[in-house]
């Protein structure tokens, strides 16, 4: 029987740490190096903060669309599905301002999960700032368990996720303030201290708990609804709730 190694990686990019957990036989070392600059250029395109990504220049005016890396576009456009699916409660210009973060960051980490991926590995978790892509082989025991930390207790965790592909997003009030944003009113989200999404597929999983989080108390009967996704709330007085089937996506 062949022993799995386990090979890790944390580097800071986004503003956040981003970490690679990958278990196998096989070592994937370069692949871990282009999984970090892949993260890299995402940060060069997509920031708000740097005058110099496209997303910056696309929101002065300085450039088109056209002018653009071809991923700004396909962004920009998930970002208007994604507003549809969420009758508007997620949005680019939640702050009336460009601003696709609710997606960009999931999206990169589901990405740097396919390099692995397309690399052979079957069993590894990709961690960014608390959103995590997981992949693993069911019938090989693979299994990751992705702990839910308590906003309002620290140190405690407030519940536990299971599965093999698992993408799993937090959203909340209470660690951050107001920075997740109403686009229909243009005000902080309240009602929420942190609402959890899981589902198979980091992109849209991290942009639906950014909605989740900005509908508030209706948040619990929408998740109820979205297909191939479960909900985990806990609302600001402490109570928690979750959907049907939480826990074994």
Known sequence: MTTAIRQRRVVECMGTVFSFDVRSPQKYESVLDDAVRWLDWVDTTFSTYRSTSDIRRLAAGEVTLEDCAPEVGEILRTC?????????????????????????????????SDLLVAAGSTYHCVNGGGDVQCVGDPQAGQVWRVGIAHPLHLGKLASVVVGSRLAVATSGTAERGGHVLDPHTGKPAHGLASVTVAGTCLGRTDAFATAACAMGSQARDWLEELPGHYGFGIDNDGTTWATSGWGLP
């Open 80 to 112: 208007e599905l994604l507003s549809a699916k969420t009758a508007g409660y997620f949005s680019a210009y939640a702050g009336g301002a460009l601003d696709p973060s609710g997606l960009v960051k999931g999206w990169a980490i589901e990405r740097a």
